[in-house]
């Protein structure tokens, strides 16, 4: 889709800062991080919600995702933990209507 900007980083059209990538699946990180070492994780295909993803597409973001987070573990990002989160339909929170997982390191709580 010409207008979605994940579709534009994934055919190389809009700047990111990409990670890693499989067959199906591209990492990049995100602009709008929570912390940082903020990973997006999407599919090549443009899929609006995790229901619209193929099996195959799924496995392969999730085997992304798990790369990913075993990245930002050894890294010298590591944080406590890391999250993983995936936002489907507007009323979940999901902003930008292309499937995409996020990997970000688990931030500590206070009292």
Do not use: K
Not at 14 to 25: C, D, I, K, Q, R
Not at 40 to 68: F, G, S, Y
Not at 73 to 94: D, I, K, T
């Amino acid at each position: 889709m010409s207008g979605c900007i994940f579709c534009q980083i994934v055919a190389g059209d809009a700047p990111a800062s990409m990670v890693a990538g499989n067959e199906l699946a591209v990492a990049f990180l995100d602009i709008g991080a929570f912390t940082r070492g903020h990973t997006l994780v999407v599919p090549r295909r443009h899929a609006v919600t995790c229901t619209d993803l193929t099996p195959e597409e799924a496995a392969a973001m999730t085997a992304l995702a798990q790369e990913v987070a075993r990245a930002i573990q050894s890294s010298e990002v590591r944080g406590e933990g890391f999250n993983l989160w995936m936002a489907n339909g507007a009323a979940a929170g999901q902003d930008v209507f292309h499937a995409h997982l996020h990997v970000f390191p688990g931030m500590r709580r206070t009292a």
